[in-house]
């Protein structure tokens, strides 16, 4: 990451800062899945579990099951891993916060980011919707294409909206409604 | 600019039928570009302002001034009392902003830069400047001259002493400290740990830490009631506030606002909270320690300032 900024720094003589200083961008997405809230929750409440619902997560390491403080390590196929501290885990409330430990340009283009994936009841099934705040890769003044902010809305976008597609899909397709 | 002109008749119309010499509450609004005044806490707008793209911070400086900042645009908006919106090129990132009560300086931290400038208030002219730790995000001018800043990525609060533009003292606090307020009456520095998830309570006589109270997650703003009684911490990714008791040092109540609350300010024994991704402003009566309204404000409202005096009077209209 030090080396990514450091060449950074010396391509662009930009000045990049190590966090963010300038304008923080929303994402917010929502899906309604077939199944009740609860069943929906199962799945996608345990914070160490996001490998058994995301298609693009290769793999997960996680410490500290669904405590506040609890760690998750998404190494994601396409390469880099996301490393996730969990903030807040409301089970009755079918809620939980995670935010970005330590930045990996490589997995997503962003500086820093938290979010927020909650379960509600829709009709007869559930809906998810998975927001949070993020700021872009290069928080200089002159970021590169790769680092901008419409580069990290569009990877974040694509991040969370296969997220919840995979998390439908599962839902939807298994024995268990 | 036309825009920005008929935007100004309309505060011109609103502030001269309203309290002309009420407090009020002015918001900035980062993707909405707008300053907004918040006049009675159970009412929209009073009034909005056209400014350049995302303002971050928003400061009162002398005789009903307004200053925001612009870290993406180099730049400092003056909203003049008695003028038009006047911008101004500073150079680096400026966020953080703090006005000094004899009215003569505007000092501004540069993200990127590790340094604070001292502006000249009247022309927004850079005078002076004194580097400090890594990341400077908020500013607070307490007794003496000192300047208090929050550097994020160094868990240190610097002291400024502005009369000669030295840092003097770095006082280690939590993690990732982001905004801190200063409160007069017990010679205090409040400071809001992103990070850590606490409040930072300085001694500032002493230049040291005297306590730390555990908040809730990602502490992002920090007011003081003007009496020193009461601190208010907005916890950004909780979604709620923490009311602090100044004596016991102990939080007296935890109250769910909008989503994302940031900055907060304090007026009437009301807080008022910024909540970003919501675009509304929650309103906290201190004394009940409820939610009693949610204003609509333009999208992406981050910081807030109190303000005695109306910065834009009737004239503004023309």
Known sequence: MRRVLTSLAILFAAGTALAHGPTPQKIDQTITIRATPDAVWKVVGPFGGIGAWHPDVAKVEATGGDGAGAVRKVTLKRGGTLVEGLDEWKGAERTYSYRMSDPDLDALPVSSYSATLTVTPDGEGAKVEWMGRFYRGDTGNEPPENLSDAAGKEAMNRYFSEGLKGLKAKLESGPQR | ?318
Request: hydrophobic content about 45%; charged content about 20%.
């Open chain 2, 1 to 318: 600019m036309r825009r920005a002109r008929r935007l100004f008749g309309l505060a011109g119309l609103a502030l001269a039928v309203g309290p002309a010499d009420a407090g009020s509450v002015w918001v900035a609004s980062q993707q909405g570009a707008r300053a907004s005044r918040i006049e009675r806490p159970d009412g929209a707008p009073a009034a909005e302002v056209a400014v350049a793209p995302s303002p971050a911070v928003v400061a009162a400086g002398p005789g009903g001034r307004l200053y925001l900042s612009h870290p993406d645009g180099r730049a400092i908006t003056v909203i003049a009392a008695d003028g038009p919106t006047l911008q101004w090129p500073v150079p680096g990132q400026p966020f953080g902003l703090a006005a000094d009560p004899g009215w003569r300086f505007l000092y501004v931290g540069d993200w990127s830069g590790n340094r604070v400038l001292r502006l000249s208030a009247e022309t927004v002219a850079a005078a002076a400047e004194v580097a400090v730790g890594p990341d400077p995000a908020g500013l607070t001018l307490g007794a003496n001259g000192r300047l208090y800043v929050a550097e994020r990525e160094g868990r240190s609060v610097g002291v400024v002493d502005t009369a000669r533009m030295v840092r003097i003292a770095g006082i280690p606090v939590g993690d990732g400290p982001f905004a801190l307020a200063h409160d007069p009456v017990r010679d205090r520095v409040y400071v809001a740990n992103v990070r850590s998830n606490d409040l930072t309570v300085i001694d500032a006589g002493a230049l040291k830490p005297v306590a730390t109270l555990p908040v809730g997650a990602s502490p992002y703003g920090v007011a003081v009631s003007p009496d020193g009684r009461r601190v208010v911490v907005t916890n950004q990714h909780a979604g709620t506030v923490s009311i602090v008791d100044a004596d016991t040092l102990t939080v007296a109540a935890t109250v769910p606002v909008g989503r994302y609350p940031e900055g907060v300010a304090i007026l009437e024994g009301l807080a008022y909270v910024a909540n970003w991704f919501s675009d509304d402003v929650s309103v906290v009566d201190l004394a009940a320690r409820t939610e009693t309204g949610r204003i609509p404000v333009p999208e992406g409202p981050r910081t807030l300032v109190a303000a005695q005096t109306a910065p834009v009077s009737a004239e503004a209209g023309g």
